[in-house]
């Protein structure tokens, strides 16, 4: 189950993010935050391909109108591969204008759930010191409504929902901590948060992806693994990657039970030949399936 797997050999990303599975098309969409493009790529023909953006983007969804949607630097908008066309959406953050997106994931209904941070990332790619947690997490309506659910974020990270649509689960990496919030599926409502897991010693807690029996699989940066959690939050399983910065995954494959990892060669010594690679582990797990921004 631990084999790991790299797909696209050739393939490396400054700060790989953001993995989106869809199973319809046996597709699977993820980013380069700050390379600033994004990539799609079709396991079964091997075909890949690259948009390059003038925006830092954190995220990339299909939409059931067809075209994306794209988390860009401080705003969303459809992106129309074919001409390339951007058109603006929303932008659920603008009276921060020091952040910059990073988490975002699409909820069982279809509405784009947007996380941000105070952007760390230079004009040229540099590291910049985060000094405040003025990150924010937001949803986005299939008509643009967007509502604000949380404030004074560190780094918004790891976005899921249960199997049975009732819990959701939010974290902030600054704060060592992964909460889940009780969530009425029919209302986009979620409440009464609380500390769902919290680790030490094994990096920080980055995105996470969560299969059909409630377990979550927590990519931990810096800390080059992969924590399996049970539903109560409890440790069930350890995964050793061969990078440093494991960031986010999600299951895809005709079963669904390829784990695909991202990744990131920022922020690393080089020494590992396989940073900022995409990773991909056969895990004889089905995972919960992606869903299509409804707008």
């Known amino acids: 189950m631990t084999e790991i797997q790299t797909p696209l050999p050739d393939l490396r990303c400054q700060l790989g993010e953001g993995p989106f599975w869809d199973q319809h098309s046996q597709t699977l969409y993820w980013v380069d935050i700050i390379g600033k493009a994004a990539f799609a ?15 830092l983007i954190s995220a990339i969804v299909p939409r059931e109108a067809g075209g994306f949607l794209v988390a860009l630097h401080r705003e969303l908008a459809f992106f129309d591969p074919a001409s390339g066309n951007l058109t603006p959406f929303v932008a659920p953050d603008a009276d921060h204008s ?19 941070m105070q952007n760390n990332i230079g004009p040229n790619g540099e590291a910049v010191a ?8 937001n949803r986005v309506d299939a008509n643009g409504k967007m509502t ?16 049975d649509g009732t819990r959701m689960y939010f974290g902030d990496t600054l704060a060592n901590r992964m909460d889940v919030y009780d969530f009425d599926m029919a209302s986009g409502m979620a409440s009464n948060p609380r500390l769902f897991c919290s680790v030490e010693g094994r990096g920080g807690m980055d995105g996470s ?12 940066y810096g800390g080059s693994c992969i924590i399996r959690f049970n539903p109560d939050g409890e440790i069930d399983r350890i995964i050793d990657v061969p990078v440093t910065n494991p960031t986010s995954c999600v299951f895809g494959g005709p079963d669904m039970t390829t784990l695909y990892i991202t990744s990131a060669a920022d922020d690393t ?27």
């Open 209 to 220: 992806a969560i299969d059909q029996d409630g377990f979550i699989w927590n990519a931990r």
């Open 148 to 163: 604000r659910f949380c404030e004074n974020i560190g780094i918004s990270n790891t976005l899921l929902w249960s199997p």
């Open 98 to 116: 020091e952040n910059r997106s990073n988490e975002a994931r699409v909820d069982p209904m279809g509405r784009f759930w947007h996380g941000t």
């Open 130 to 137: 985060i000094t405040q947690h003025s990150g924010t997490l």
């Open 269 to 295: 010594d080089g020494t590992k030949p396989l940073e900022g690679a995409l990773l991909a582990i056969e895990t004889g797990v089905a995972g919960a399936p992606c869903h299509a921004f409804a707008g």
């Open 41 to 55: 790529w079709k396991p079964a023909q091997n075909d890949l391909q690259k948009w390059t953006f003038n925006s």
